[in-house]
């Protein structure tokens, strides 16, 4: 099982991509990307929102999410939101055990 958490940061004047820019620059992804139990962590950029950015943060299980939420990293991360003026809204989804279905794979290119 994996946890998938998709966060939509919202600002304006182009303030989710500069946090999402300053959260790669300043090293933080990169921290992140080398807790244990993190298995992705990227930025998108919505084609018809600029104004916000979309995480996908991927995490082994929920242990492993726990104890990222209480790192010293969600502090850095809730300092840069503050300093950005970001609104944001979460899903949270749990992974499939059975994973892709034969079914499914007819639809897929890989």
Same mark, same amino acid.
């Given at each position: @099982?994996? $946890?998938?958490?998709?966060i939509?940061?919202?600002g304006? *004047?182009?303030?989710? +991509?500069?946090?999402? %820019?300053?959260? !790669?620059?300043?090293?933080?992804?990169?921290?992140? +990307? +080398? %807790?244990?139990?993190? /298995? +992705?962590?990227?930025?998108?950029?919505?084609?018809?929102?600029? !104004?916000?950015?979309?995480?996908?943060?991927?995490? &082994?299980?929920?242990?492993? /999410?726990? &104890? #990222?939420?209480?790192?010293? @990293?969600?502090? =850095? $991360?809730?300092?840069? =939101?503050?300093?950005?003026?970001? #609104? @944001? &809204?979460? !899903? =949270?989804?749990?992974? *499939?055990?059975?994973?892709?279905?034969?079914?499914? &794979?007819?639809?897929?290119? !890989?």
């Open positions: @099982m994996s $946890i998938v958490v998709n939509y940061y919202t304006a *004047d182009g303030n989710a +991509r500069k946090f999402a %820019e300053e959260m !790669e620059a300043g090293g933080t992804v990169q921290d992140i +990307r +080398r %807790e244990d139990g993190n /298995l +992705r962590y990227e930025y998108f950029l919505p084609i018809a929102d600029p !104004e916000t950015v979309l995480l996908t943060d991927c995490w &082994r299980d929920p242990e492993a /999410l726990d &104890r #990222h939420h209480a790192s010293l @990293m969600m502090e =850095r $991360i809730a300092k840069l =939101r503050e300093k950005y003026d970001l #609104h @944001m &809204r979460v !899903e =949270r989804y749990v992974s *499939d055990e059975d994973g892709i279905t034969e079914k499914d &794979r007819c639809f897929m290119k !890989e």
